[in-house]
Protein backbone atom coordinates (compact mmCIF):
# COMPACT_ATOMS: atom_id res chain seq x y z
CA UNK A 1 0.00 0.00 0.00
CA UNK A 2 1.51 3.64 -1.19
CA UNK A 3 1.60 5.85 2.16
CA UNK A 4 -0.41 8.47 2.34
CA UNK A 5 0.58 12.37 2.12
CA UNK A 6 0.33 13.08 5.39
CA UNK A 7 2.51 9.89 6.17
CA UNK A 8 4.97 10.72 3.95
CA UNK A 9 5.21 14.16 5.40
CA UNK A 10 6.07 13.08 8.81
CA UNK A 11 8.60 10.46 7.14
CA UNK A 12 10.23 13.69 5.72
CA UNK A 13 10.19 15.53 9.10
CA UNK A 14 11.88 12.64 11.02
CA UNK A 15 14.40 12.52 8.63
CA UNK A 16 15.28 16.34 9.02
CA UNK A 17 16.10 15.03 13.15
CA UNK A 18 20.11 15.18 12.67
CA UNK A 19 19.84 18.62 10.50
CA UNK A 20 17.23 19.87 13.34
CA UNK A 21 19.31 18.71 15.75
CA UNK A 22 22.72 19.61 15.24
CA UNK A 23 21.14 23.05 14.36
CA UNK A 24 19.92 23.76 18.23
CA UNK A 25 22.88 22.64 19.86
CA UNK A 26 24.86 24.80 17.80
CA UNK A 27 22.40 27.68 18.87
CA UNK A 28 22.19 26.14 22.35
CA UNK A 29 25.74 27.16 22.04
CA UNK A 30 26.27 30.56 22.26
CA UNK A 31 23.01 31.40 24.89
CA UNK A 32 24.26 32.69 28.16
CA UNK A 33 24.24 29.77 30.46
CA UNK A 34 22.75 30.17 34.20
CA UNK A 35 26.05 27.75 34.80
CA UNK A 36 28.67 29.96 36.85
CA UNK A 37 32.29 28.66 37.28
CA UNK A 38 32.79 27.58 33.47
CA UNK A 39 34.41 31.23 32.98
CA UNK A 40 32.71 32.07 29.78
CA UNK A 41 33.86 28.94 28.10
CA UNK A 42 30.71 27.02 26.37
CA UNK A 43 31.29 23.30 24.85
CA UNK A 44 31.22 22.78 21.60
CA UNK A 45 27.77 21.30 21.48
CA UNK A 46 27.85 21.56 17.43
CA UNK A 47 30.96 19.12 17.33
CA UNK A 48 28.87 16.89 19.26
CA UNK A 49 26.27 16.66 17.18
CA UNK A 50 28.16 16.69 13.70
CA UNK A 51 30.31 13.35 15.42
CA UNK A 52 27.26 11.65 16.70
CA UNK A 53 25.37 11.73 13.27
CA UNK A 54 28.01 10.74 11.33
CA UNK A 55 28.54 7.43 12.78
CA UNK A 56 24.36 7.15 13.38
CA UNK A 57 23.06 8.29 10.52
CA UNK A 58 25.35 9.18 7.97
CA UNK A 59 22.88 8.74 5.40
CA UNK A 60 20.48 11.79 7.19
CA UNK A 61 23.51 13.88 7.28
CA UNK A 62 25.30 14.74 3.55
CA UNK A 63 28.06 16.78 3.42
CA UNK A 64 25.66 19.89 1.95
CA UNK A 65 24.59 19.60 5.84
CA UNK A 66 27.39 19.55 7.55
CA UNK A 67 29.25 22.28 5.56
CA UNK A 68 26.24 24.49 6.19
CA UNK A 69 26.15 23.83 9.69
CA UNK A 70 29.51 25.18 9.94
CA UNK A 71 28.77 27.96 8.03
CA UNK A 72 26.26 28.92 10.62
CA UNK A 73 28.59 27.95 13.45
CA UNK A 74 31.06 29.91 12.06
CA UNK A 75 28.42 33.01 11.86
CA UNK A 76 27.41 32.63 15.69
CA UNK A 77 30.47 32.49 17.10
CA UNK A 78 32.05 35.28 15.02
CA UNK A 79 34.90 32.81 13.67
CA UNK A 80 36.46 33.43 9.99
CA UNK A 81 34.12 32.37 7.44
CA UNK A 82 35.08 28.87 6.43
CA UNK A 83 36.84 27.21 9.69
CA UNK A 84 34.24 25.41 11.35
CA UNK A 85 32.88 24.58 7.67
CA UNK A 86 36.38 23.43 7.22
CA UNK A 87 36.74 21.29 10.88
CA UNK A 88 33.11 19.65 10.51
CA UNK A 89 33.49 18.62 7.19
CA UNK A 90 36.81 16.99 8.36
CA UNK A 91 35.38 15.50 11.44
CA UNK A 92 32.77 13.89 9.31
CA UNK A 93 35.12 12.42 7.21
CA UNK A 94 37.59 11.15 9.40
CA UNK A 95 34.24 9.85 11.14
CA UNK A 96 33.30 8.45 8.64
CA UNK A 97 36.30 6.31 7.35
CA UNK A 98 36.58 4.68 10.73
CA UNK A 99 32.44 4.25 11.23
CA UNK A 100 33.03 0.47 10.93
CA UNK A 101 34.70 0.93 14.11
CA UNK A 102 32.25 2.82 15.87
CA UNK A 103 28.86 1.32 14.80
CA UNK A 104 27.77 -1.03 17.51
CA UNK A 105 30.48 0.23 20.46
CA UNK A 106 29.82 0.17 23.62
CA UNK A 107 29.02 4.10 25.27
CA UNK A 108 32.38 3.98 26.71
CA UNK A 109 34.25 3.73 22.98
CA UNK A 110 32.18 6.04 21.85
CA UNK A 111 33.03 8.38 24.14
CA UNK A 112 36.81 7.68 23.52
CA UNK A 113 36.48 8.08 20.78
CA UNK A 114 35.09 11.56 20.74
CA UNK A 115 37.62 12.47 23.35
CA UNK A 116 40.24 11.92 20.70
CA UNK A 117 38.70 13.20 17.47
CA UNK A 118 37.78 16.64 19.68
CA UNK A 119 41.40 17.11 20.20
CA UNK A 120 42.45 16.43 16.70
CA UNK A 121 39.75 18.79 15.50
CA UNK A 122 40.35 21.73 18.09
CA UNK A 123 44.38 21.65 17.16
CA UNK A 124 43.59 21.86 13.81
CA UNK A 125 41.34 24.33 14.36
CA UNK A 126 43.80 26.19 16.63
CA UNK A 127 46.39 25.64 13.84
CA UNK A 128 44.40 27.16 11.12
CA UNK A 129 43.53 30.27 12.91
CA UNK A 130 47.03 30.45 13.86
CA UNK A 131 47.72 30.68 10.60
CA UNK A 132 45.06 32.69 9.47
CA UNK A 133 45.79 35.73 12.07
CA UNK A 134 49.31 35.02 11.68
CA UNK A 135 50.13 34.82 15.27
CA UNK A 136 49.86 32.03 17.56
CA UNK A 137 46.79 31.91 19.44
CA UNK A 138 46.40 31.27 23.24
CA UNK A 139 46.66 27.30 24.05
CA UNK A 140 45.14 26.95 27.10
CA UNK A 141 41.51 28.13 26.47
CA UNK A 142 41.82 25.70 23.01
CA UNK A 143 42.45 23.09 25.36
CA UNK A 144 39.94 24.19 28.57
CA UNK A 145 37.17 24.13 25.99
CA UNK A 146 37.88 20.98 24.64
CA UNK A 147 37.99 19.44 28.21
CA UNK A 148 34.80 20.89 28.80
CA UNK A 149 33.41 19.89 25.66
CA UNK A 150 34.88 15.93 26.77
CA UNK A 151 33.40 16.24 29.91
CA UNK A 152 29.56 17.09 29.10
CA UNK A 153 29.56 14.69 26.16
CA UNK A 154 27.29 11.86 27.96
CA UNK A 155 24.63 14.69 28.50
CA UNK A 156 24.47 15.52 24.75
CA UNK A 157 24.89 11.90 23.48
CA UNK A 158 22.03 10.75 25.55
CA UNK A 159 19.60 12.99 24.49
CA UNK A 160 21.15 12.28 20.83
CA UNK A 161 20.28 8.50 21.60
CA UNK A 162 16.90 8.77 23.10
CA UNK A 163 15.91 11.14 20.08
CA UNK A 164 17.45 8.69 17.48
CA UNK A 165 15.80 5.67 19.23
CA UNK A 166 11.92 7.46 19.70
CA UNK A 167 11.95 9.03 16.46
CA UNK A 168 14.07 7.81 13.78
CA UNK A 169 13.51 4.05 14.86
CA UNK A 170 9.90 3.97 13.16
CA UNK A 171 11.11 6.00 10.29
CA UNK B 1 38.59 -18.14 -16.06
CA UNK B 2 37.20 -15.05 -16.17
CA UNK B 3 34.07 -14.69 -13.66
CA UNK B 4 31.24 -13.48 -15.52
CA UNK B 5 29.21 -11.02 -13.02
CA UNK B 6 25.21 -11.25 -12.90
CA UNK B 7 23.31 -8.21 -14.40
CA UNK B 8 21.87 -7.31 -11.19
CA UNK B 9 25.50 -7.76 -9.54
CA UNK B 10 27.28 -5.92 -12.08
CA UNK B 11 24.85 -3.00 -11.21
CA UNK B 12 25.51 -3.18 -7.73
CA UNK B 13 29.15 -3.47 -7.77
CA UNK B 14 28.70 -0.01 -9.69
CA UNK B 15 26.19 1.72 -8.26
CA UNK B 16 28.37 1.57 -5.01
CA UNK B 17 31.83 2.45 -6.64
CA UNK B 18 29.95 5.55 -8.38
CA UNK B 19 28.60 6.47 -4.92
CA UNK B 20 32.19 6.55 -3.38
CA UNK B 21 33.19 8.48 -6.42
CA UNK B 22 30.76 10.98 -5.85
CA UNK B 23 31.18 11.28 -1.85
CA UNK B 24 35.28 11.58 -2.55
CA UNK B 25 34.22 14.12 -4.80
CA UNK B 26 31.66 16.41 -2.45
CA UNK B 27 34.22 15.90 0.47
CA UNK B 28 37.17 17.94 -1.40
CA UNK B 29 34.42 19.83 -2.88
CA UNK B 30 32.94 21.37 0.30
CA UNK B 31 36.95 20.87 1.98
CA UNK B 32 38.23 23.58 -0.76
CA UNK B 33 35.30 25.69 -0.83
CA UNK B 34 36.13 26.37 3.16
CA UNK B 35 39.42 27.04 2.34
CA UNK B 36 38.08 29.11 -0.19
CA UNK B 37 36.03 31.33 2.42
CA UNK B 38 38.63 31.91 4.81
CA UNK B 39 40.84 33.31 1.99
CA UNK B 40 37.63 35.37 0.81
CA UNK B 41 37.77 36.45 4.31
CA UNK B 42 41.04 37.60 5.13
CA UNK B 43 41.10 39.68 1.75
CA UNK B 44 37.92 41.15 2.06
CA UNK B 45 36.56 41.27 5.73
CA UNK B 46 34.16 43.94 5.50
CA UNK B 47 32.00 41.95 3.17
CA UNK B 48 32.02 38.67 5.10
CA UNK B 49 31.22 41.13 8.06
CA UNK B 50 28.02 42.42 6.88
CA UNK B 51 27.11 38.89 5.83
CA UNK B 52 27.48 38.17 9.06
CA UNK B 53 25.72 40.69 10.28
CA UNK B 54 22.40 40.06 8.16
CA UNK B 55 22.39 35.97 9.56
CA UNK B 56 22.47 36.84 13.22
CA UNK B 57 19.79 39.45 13.11
CA UNK B 58 17.54 37.16 10.81
CA UNK B 59 18.61 34.86 13.79
CA UNK B 60 17.90 37.08 16.50
CA UNK B 61 14.79 36.08 17.82
CA UNK B 62 15.55 32.50 17.43
CA UNK B 63 18.75 33.17 19.88
CA UNK B 64 16.13 35.91 21.92
CA UNK B 65 13.47 32.72 22.26
CA UNK B 66 16.44 29.86 23.26
CA UNK B 67 18.08 32.54 25.65
CA UNK B 68 14.49 33.64 27.64
CA UNK B 69 14.42 30.10 29.34
CA UNK B 70 17.89 30.62 30.60
CA UNK B 71 17.54 33.95 31.99
CA UNK B 72 14.31 33.14 33.81
CA UNK B 73 16.58 30.00 35.07
CA UNK B 74 19.14 32.63 36.39
CA UNK B 75 16.68 34.73 38.09
CA UNK B 76 14.71 31.93 39.63
CA UNK B 77 17.95 30.96 41.17
CA UNK B 78 19.36 34.07 42.04
CA UNK B 79 15.67 34.86 43.88
CA UNK B 80 16.55 31.47 46.05
CA UNK B 81 19.59 32.37 47.10
CA UNK B 82 18.58 35.78 47.99
CA UNK B 83 15.91 34.58 50.33
CA UNK B 84 18.05 32.43 51.71
CA UNK B 85 20.53 34.76 52.21
CA UNK B 86 18.03 37.72 53.68
CA UNK B 87 19.20 38.43 57.14
CA UNK B 88 22.95 38.36 56.56
CA UNK B 89 22.25 40.42 53.55
CA UNK B 90 20.46 42.84 55.27
CA UNK B 91 22.53 43.77 58.15
CA UNK B 92 25.72 44.29 55.19
CA UNK B 93 22.81 46.34 53.09
CA UNK B 94 22.08 48.62 55.99
CA UNK B 95 25.96 49.16 57.09
CA UNK B 96 26.50 50.22 53.61
CA UNK B 97 23.75 52.21 53.23
CA UNK B 98 25.46 54.06 55.95
CA UNK B 99 28.11 54.51 54.25
CA UNK B 100 26.73 55.08 51.38
CA UNK B 101 24.69 58.13 52.87
CA UNK B 102 27.70 59.94 53.90
CA UNK B 103 29.09 59.52 50.47
CA UNK B 104 26.21 61.08 49.11
CA UNK B 105 26.45 64.10 51.13
CA UNK B 106 30.49 64.47 49.92
CA UNK B 107 29.10 64.03 46.79
CA UNK B 108 26.50 66.35 46.87
CA UNK B 109 28.87 69.33 48.59
CA UNK B 110 31.45 68.42 45.75
CA UNK B 111 28.75 69.02 42.96
CA UNK B 112 27.94 71.99 44.00
CA UNK B 113 31.72 73.63 44.50
CA UNK B 114 32.28 72.34 41.04
CA UNK B 115 29.15 73.89 39.56
CA UNK B 116 30.56 76.98 41.01
CA UNK B 117 33.92 76.49 39.63
CA UNK B 118 32.84 75.79 36.41
CA UNK B 119 30.80 79.14 36.13
CA UNK B 120 33.52 80.63 37.11
CA UNK B 121 36.21 79.33 34.78
CA UNK B 122 33.19 79.59 31.85
CA UNK B 123 33.90 75.40 31.56
CA UNK B 124 31.70 74.11 28.60
CA UNK B 125 30.31 70.94 29.86
CA UNK B 126 30.19 67.31 28.84
CA UNK B 127 28.07 66.54 25.93
CA UNK B 128 24.74 65.23 26.32
CA UNK B 129 24.47 61.27 26.78
CA UNK B 130 21.92 58.34 25.26
CA UNK B 131 21.56 55.38 26.93
CA UNK B 132 20.05 52.18 25.26
CA UNK B 133 19.41 49.04 27.40
CA UNK B 134 19.65 45.79 26.14
CA UNK B 135 19.81 42.20 26.87
CA UNK B 136 22.16 39.72 26.11
CA UNK B 137 20.94 37.17 23.67
CA UNK B 138 24.11 35.12 22.77
CA UNK B 139 27.57 34.63 24.29
CA UNK B 140 30.52 34.00 21.91
CA UNK B 141 32.52 32.44 24.46
CA UNK B 142 34.97 30.37 22.23
CA UNK B 143 38.73 30.29 22.82
CA UNK B 144 39.18 32.34 20.11
CA UNK B 145 36.65 35.70 20.41
CA UNK B 146 34.86 37.31 23.54
CA UNK B 147 31.95 39.03 22.37
CA UNK B 148 28.60 39.09 22.77
CA UNK B 149 25.20 39.66 20.66
CA UNK B 150 22.19 41.82 22.34
CA UNK B 151 18.80 43.02 21.33
CA UNK B 152 19.22 46.17 20.08
CA UNK B 153 20.04 47.20 16.92
CA UNK B 154 19.99 50.32 14.12
CA UNK B 155 16.35 50.60 14.66
CA UNK B 156 16.83 51.15 18.25
CA UNK B 157 19.45 54.25 17.71
CA UNK B 158 22.82 51.54 18.16
CA UNK B 159 25.72 52.44 16.34
CA UNK B 160 29.12 51.69 15.89
CA UNK B 161 31.39 52.77 19.09
CA UNK B 162 29.60 53.04 21.25
CA UNK B 163 30.70 52.03 24.90
CA UNK B 164 28.46 48.65 26.39
CA UNK B 165 28.84 49.08 29.96
CA UNK B 166 27.10 47.20 33.11
CA UNK B 167 26.29 48.57 36.06
CA UNK B 168 29.89 47.99 38.02
CA UNK B 169 32.17 49.33 34.54
CA UNK B 170 33.09 49.16 31.11
CA UNK B 171 32.77 46.00 28.63
CA UNK B 172 33.45 46.91 25.64
CA UNK B 173 32.19 48.58 22.50
CA UNK B 174 29.60 47.67 19.85
CA UNK B 175 31.67 47.05 16.83
CA UNK B 176 28.64 45.61 14.61
CA UNK B 177 25.43 47.11 14.73
CA UNK B 178 22.86 45.46 12.52
CA UNK B 179 19.06 45.89 12.32
CA UNK B 180 17.94 44.39 15.01
CA UNK B 181 21.02 43.09 17.50
CA UNK B 182 24.29 44.00 17.13
CA UNK B 183 27.90 42.80 18.59
CA UNK B 184 29.81 44.46 21.49
CA UNK B 185 33.41 43.22 21.80
CA UNK B 186 34.58 42.36 25.29
CA UNK B 187 37.72 44.42 26.88
CA UNK B 188 38.91 40.79 27.24
CA UNK B 189 39.00 40.07 22.98
CA UNK B 190 42.37 39.52 21.61
CA UNK B 191 41.27 42.49 18.98
CA UNK B 192 40.49 44.88 22.24
CA UNK B 193 42.85 47.51 22.81
CA UNK B 194 41.31 50.49 24.80
CA UNK B 195 43.47 53.51 25.69
CA UNK B 196 43.61 53.47 29.90
CA UNK B 197 44.86 55.61 32.81
CA UNK B 198 45.84 54.08 36.32
CA UNK B 199 44.36 56.40 39.22
CA UNK B 200 46.50 56.60 41.93
CA UNK B 201 49.58 57.36 39.62
CA UNK B 202 48.33 58.81 36.60
CA UNK B 203 50.52 56.70 33.93
CA UNK B 204 48.78 56.03 31.11
CA UNK B 205 48.72 52.57 28.83
CA UNK B 206 46.96 50.28 26.73
CA UNK B 207 44.54 47.36 27.88
CA UNK B 208 45.00 45.13 25.68
CA UNK B 209 42.30 41.48 25.77
CA UNK B 210 43.96 38.04 24.94
CA UNK B 211 41.30 36.14 25.30
CA UNK B 212 41.96 35.22 28.93
CA UNK B 213 39.70 36.68 31.69
CA UNK B 214 42.40 39.06 32.78
CA UNK B 215 43.41 41.64 30.37
CA UNK B 216 47.16 43.27 30.33
CA UNK B 217 48.61 46.61 30.65
CA UNK B 218 50.86 47.18 27.50
CA UNK B 219 53.23 50.01 26.94
CA UNK B 220 53.26 51.21 30.44
CA UNK B 221 55.98 53.91 31.22
CA UNK B 222 59.39 51.88 32.46
CA UNK B 223 59.15 54.24 35.97
CA UNK B 224 55.16 53.05 36.36
CA UNK B 225 54.35 52.94 39.98
CA UNK B 226 51.38 50.09 40.05
CA UNK B 227 50.08 48.42 43.07
CA UNK B 228 47.61 45.94 43.00
CA UNK B 229 44.18 47.40 44.27
CA UNK B 230 44.76 50.34 41.83
CA UNK B 231 41.68 51.32 39.66
CA UNK B 232 42.21 51.43 35.87
CA UNK B 233 39.83 54.06 33.94
CA UNK B 234 39.48 55.14 30.36
CA UNK B 235 42.02 57.85 29.35
CA UNK B 236 40.32 59.32 26.50
CA UNK B 237 42.92 58.92 24.19
CA UNK B 238 42.02 58.15 21.29
CA UNK B 239 38.54 59.86 21.29
CA UNK B 240 36.68 56.34 20.92
CA UNK B 241 35.95 56.15 24.88
CA UNK B 242 35.50 59.39 27.32
CA UNK B 243 37.90 59.56 30.30
CA UNK B 244 37.25 58.33 33.44
CA UNK B 245 34.75 55.19 33.26
CA UNK B 246 36.04 52.50 35.28
CA UNK B 247 37.44 49.70 33.32
CA UNK B 248 39.00 47.26 36.52
CA UNK B 249 41.47 46.85 39.23
CA UNK B 250 45.34 45.71 39.19
CA UNK B 251 45.72 42.26 40.26
CA UNK B 252 48.94 41.44 39.88
CA UNK B 253 52.16 43.25 38.26
CA UNK B 254 55.68 41.66 36.79
CA UNK B 255 57.96 42.99 34.24
CA UNK B 256 56.34 46.08 33.57
CA UNK B 257 53.00 44.41 32.42
CA UNK B 258 50.47 43.91 34.63
CA UNK B 259 46.58 41.98 34.70
CA UNK B 260 43.67 43.80 34.93
CA UNK B 261 40.59 42.33 36.83
CA UNK B 262 37.81 43.64 34.96
CA UNK B 263 35.15 45.23 37.21
CA UNK B 264 31.70 43.35 35.54
CA UNK B 265 32.16 40.00 35.89
CA UNK B 266 32.04 39.38 32.17
CA UNK B 267 31.34 36.04 31.78
CA UNK B 268 27.62 36.77 33.18
CA UNK B 269 26.21 39.24 31.57
CA UNK B 270 22.48 39.71 31.03
CA UNK B 271 21.79 42.55 30.69
CA UNK B 272 23.89 45.65 29.09
CA UNK B 273 23.81 49.54 28.78
CA UNK B 274 25.16 51.30 25.70
CA UNK B 275 25.93 54.67 25.61
CA UNK B 276 26.26 57.19 23.15
CA UNK B 277 29.00 59.37 24.50
CA UNK B 278 28.44 61.17 21.07
CA UNK B 279 32.47 61.20 20.05
CA UNK B 280 33.65 61.53 16.56
CA UNK B 281 36.03 59.00 16.74
CA UNK B 282 33.38 56.30 17.97
CA UNK B 283 32.65 55.08 14.71
CA UNK B 284 34.71 53.01 12.54
CA UNK B 285 33.85 54.31 9.53
CA UNK B 286 33.78 58.38 9.35
CA UNK B 287 33.06 58.37 5.61
CA UNK B 288 29.58 56.67 6.23
CA UNK B 289 29.23 58.72 9.48
CA UNK B 290 29.52 62.09 7.76
CA UNK B 291 26.69 60.38 4.98
CA UNK B 292 24.97 59.48 7.54
CA UNK B 293 24.52 63.81 8.93
CA UNK B 294 24.35 64.50 5.97
CA UNK B 295 20.96 62.90 5.00
CA UNK B 296 19.63 63.65 8.61
CA UNK B 297 19.93 67.40 7.67
Same mark, same amino acid.
Given at each position: ?? %????????????????????????????? #??????????? %???????????????????????? *???????????????????????????????????????? *??????????????????????????????????? #??????????? *? %????????????? #????? | ??????????????????????????????? &???????????????????????????????????????????????????? &? =????????????????????????????????????????????????? !????????????????????????????? !??????????????????????????????????????????????????????????? =????????????????????????????????????????????????????????? &???????????????????
Amino acid at each position: ML %PTLGQRLEQSARRLLPLGTTLLFLLAGVV #VWPIPYIGGMT %PSLGLIAVYYWSIHRPDLFRPLAV *FLLGLLNDAVNFLPPGLSALVFIAVHQLVLSQRRFFVGQV *FSMLWSGFALIMLIAMIFQWLVLSAYNASWMAFLP #VLLQASLTIVI *F %PLPAWVLIRLQRS #VLSQG | MPVRLHRTEWVTTTAISWRQVVHRFSFVFFL &LLAVGLLVLGRSHPILIEHARTRVIDTLAPVLDALARPMTLAEDVTRRATNY &L =QLQSQNEKLRAENTQLVQWQNAALSLENENKELRSLLNYKTEPHLTYIS !ARVIADAGGPFVRSLVVTAGKVDGVREGM !AAMTGEGLIGRVIEAGDWSSRILLITDLNSRIPVTISGSGDHAILAGNNAPLPKLLYLP =QDALLTPGARVMTSGHGGVFPPNLPVGVVTSTSHGTAEITPLAALERINQVRLIDFN &LAGGAFNPIAARIDADARK
